[in-house]
């Protein structure tokens, strides 16, 4: 027991050393900030400010106490100190307004911190009314102009207003807000104190909790700079990993695109990615046959072509070349393919390959006279010369001397040849005839 009063008396003792909690802020003054994402590097080194045209429209009404409008010029003095301020960054302008309006330095005058912050020091306030909607009016007219020191929209440079004003507007400011911000003009809006929410979002661009912020003094509207220079911080989206791309981010000025590796193609997301068909039209560069390869293709040629070392073009190869066809005796070449012919005297069997011949010596070919050889070529009977046509045959004339009794046999030999030959020759016209 003694041990556990011990104990309650140190925690005691040790709660009452303790330093009291800071209040909590009161009122909507702002908004909690965004947290570094895990792992991730904060603003002040993940970033740079992108280039801007940035215009300050600041309210010097009756209303805000000298000092106050002090507050105001040292919060655009911080807000200078966070910008990247030259001629190819980031432009700033100034313009007072209360019931009248006043450029205090357009643009085209001001590209360092140093000469811009000794230009704020010198603003004096004007007082009178708050004509908001015709300072917004001359922003388009006379700040945001190329003369004035405004970028070509061909640039892509934002164009960015910040309103800071602590009353209700004393003249229309929804009609020309709309109008200014169709022309491309992006409006942040400021409140302090008694400024009019709903005019406020009025003039802002969407989102509007994004576009409107409210303190509740002066005295704490520099804790708006930190707001608005994670704002206009030129953030690696990519670098980051908040980009949502399947596969490739871009990094595109203050943006980004997604992208897809060789093989695939985007799809109408914009962030996912699909595999291509290597070979679909207009794809390859094969001249007749495209083979896919998963992301990729290979060129091949049509039966009876070759691809040609270029992997992309085809020529025709020679099929009758040696060891090319199939053909037994004549090879014909037929546009990138062949057929199989046969020699004089032979046809082509039903394989369309090999071929038979069909009796070159039958009765009535050639023109044989005698004897048909079957080559082609005639000959003789014996006592019978071929003539000169190579076709017909005239009776041997021999110089020799014979007996009588040779003469005989000779006589009867060629009665006999010529009785033959006669009875051959009547067969072969009663055939030729059958033939007819």
Known sequence: MGRALGILRCCLALALALPPLPAAPRGPALRPRRQPRPGGRSADTACKNRPLDLLFIVDSSRSVR??????????????????DVGERTTRVAVVNYASTVRVEFPLRTHFDRASLKE????????????????AIRTAMEEVFTEEMGARPATFSIPRVVIVVTDGRPQDQVQGVAASARTAGIEIYAVGVGRA?????????????????????????????????????CAVSVCALGSHGCQQLCVTAGASHLCDCWEGYTLNLDKRTCSAVDPCAPGRHECDQICVSNNSSHVCDCYEGYTLNPDKKTCSAMDMCAPGRH?????????????????????????????????GVCAPGTYGWYQVCVSDHTCDCYGGFILNSDDKTCSRAI?????????????????????????RLEALSTKYILFLT
Not at 328 to 337: E, H, I, K, P, T
Not at 414 to 422: F, G, K
Request: aromatic share 8%; proline share 3%; with cysteine.
């Open 66 to 83: 000298p000092e106050e409008f002090e507050k105001v010029k040292l919060f655009l003095s911080e807000m200078i100190d966070t910008l």
């Open 119 to 134: 230009a704020v020091s010198r603003i004096a306030p004007l007082s009178a009314g708050t004509m908001t909607g015709l």
């Open 398 to 422: 021999t110089s020799s001397l014979v007996t009588a009794e040779e003469s005989c046999k000779c006589e009867a030999i060629a009665a006999l040849q010529d009785s033959v030959t006669s």
């Open 326 to 358: 199939d053909c037994a005796q004549v090879c014909l070449r037929n546009d990138g393919s062949y057929s199989c012919g046969c020699y004089e005297g032979y046809t082509l069997n039903p394989d369309k390959k090999t071929c038979s011949g069909f």
């Open 196 to 232: 009019d929410v709903q005019s406020l979002r009025m003039m802002a661009s969407e989102p509007l909790d994004e576009h409107v912020f409210y303190v509740e003094t002066y005295g704490v509207i520099e804790k708006l700079t930190s707001r608005f220079k994670e704002t206009f």
